[in-house]
């Protein structure tokens, strides 16, 4: 290990340290918020909502794939108005009928929460391995029967959306290949960086600010030393930071560009359906393979379906495939589809085709779906804002 290393770890061991050892009266008192019902806690988790955070302008991002710098991407666009919308996807280019394989690590956060309470006396810490399992086996992994095929979720999406537009043979895929899962790393939070719940039964979870969850996750990548095609994937257990899940990419060193995944993961047995396992990890896998480096845009539009008086414009320019029926205050009209594999009840939240944005009408992909994996939900194109 380099010497700058050894000095980084030292000065995250001294700071976890020294977050564990200040006197707790000279903390901020936070009381653990208990929510009344299920009502309460779900009205809470949809609050916090996804979040994409950073990106890389499309000139980096092009070189980047000329010069084979992470894992395969391709380039293509899409014209609403007169107006061309370039973006970059994950995979190789659908015409050339290539499979790509795609790394990730699963990096378990295990959050070590002190310090609260009237008496700064309340702790907890969130154990992230029944997430990882559940994970690691989910769909997004394993492959499911959907309703174009059997295949894993993102792979099965992504065919769908570029069905007509592929190789003739249909061989063009883009699979997650099984995923290495890093040791557990212990995050500590105080009620400086974080928040603690307590539903009608007891059960804890916590929140962290974004910020504090992010600058953790880019000091871990620093001893990962991951390849530049391997996607890192933050998984927690029972704990949200400020969102439900994020995506970010950056450039770092030498005009390589990193990109990663946080996802929490929610006790189904505790939650809404709506919240439940790997729904959020769907949601944030979709948008990476669809818009990976936070720059695809699109023209600005309104949450479906029309007809829901609590429709809105979202405010929100990007190709992000996962908000437009998950992330929105009409989120309730689509319910997760569930996925069965090995006895074990998969709840996937529905995501949107890019030709949803595209107005396609119809629309090229496989049936001339709008969504996936629940292909009925919706039968139009977007609406955009005024």
Avoid at 143 to 151: E, K, V
Avoid at 250 to 274: M, R
Wanted: net charge negative.
């Amino acid at each position: 290990m380099s010497l700058p290393k050894i000095l980084l770890l030292a000065c995250l061991v001294l700071t976890s340290a020294w977050a564990q050892a200040v006197p707790a009266p000279q903390r901020p008192v936070k009381l653990v918020q208990q929510h009344a019902d299920r009502q309460a806690q779900s009205s809470h988790l949809r609050a916090l909502g996804f979040k994409a955070r950073g990106g890389v302008d499309k000139a980096t991002t092009d070189r980047d794939g000329m010069e084979n710098r992470s894992f395969p991407h391709f380039a293509s666009s899409f014209s609403v108005g007169g107006t061309a919308y370039p973006f970059t996807m994950v995979g190789y280019a659908p015409k050339s009928g290539r499979a790509a394989s795609l790394k990730s690590v699963i990096v378990p956060l295990r959050m070590n929460f002190n310090y609260f309470g009237a008496n700064f006396d309340v702790s907890h810490s969130f154990e992230p391995a029944p997430a990882v399992a559940n994970i690691v086996g989910s769909p997004m992994y394993v492959p499911a029967q959907f309703p174009n095929g059997f295949g894993q979720f993102g792979d099965q999406m992504q065919r769908a959306a570029f069905w007509n537009r592929m190789d003739p043979d249909h061989n063009w895929h883009v699979r997650m290949a099984a995923p290495v899962v890093a040791k557990v790393v212990d995050i500590y939070v105080t009620p400086e960086t974080g928040s603690l719940f307590q539903d009608v039964d007891g059960n804890f979870y916590g929140d962290v600010l974004i910020d504090f969850l992010d600058a953790q996750a880019q000091t871990i990548l620093q001893f990962l030393n991951l390849d530049a095609d391997t996607l890192p994937i933050f998984v927690t257990d029972g704990v949200t930071a400020e969102a439900l899940g994020y995506h970010t990419a950056y450039p770092i060193t030498g005009n390589q560009l990193q990109s990663y995944i946080f996802t929490s993961w929610l006790d189904p047995a505790l939650v809404s359906p709506l919240f439940a396992d790997v729904s959020t990890f769907n949601h944030e896998l979709a948008e990476w393979l669809n818009d990976p480096f936070v720059n695809n845009l699109t023209p600005v539009w309104a949450y479906p379906p029309q007809n829901d008086p609590a429709t809105a414009c979202s405010g929100n320019p990007f190709l992000e495939v996962g908000d437009p029926q998950g992330n929105g205050p009409t989120y309730a009209d689509f319910p997760t589809a569930l996925v069965t594999l090995h006895g074990v009840t998969y709840h996937l939240q529905q995501v949107v085709l890019w030709q949803w944005f595209a107005d396609e009408v119809p629309s090229s992909a496989f049936g001339g779906w709008y969504t996936f994996p629940l292909p009925n939900s919706l039968k139009a194109p977007a609406v955009y804002c005024q």
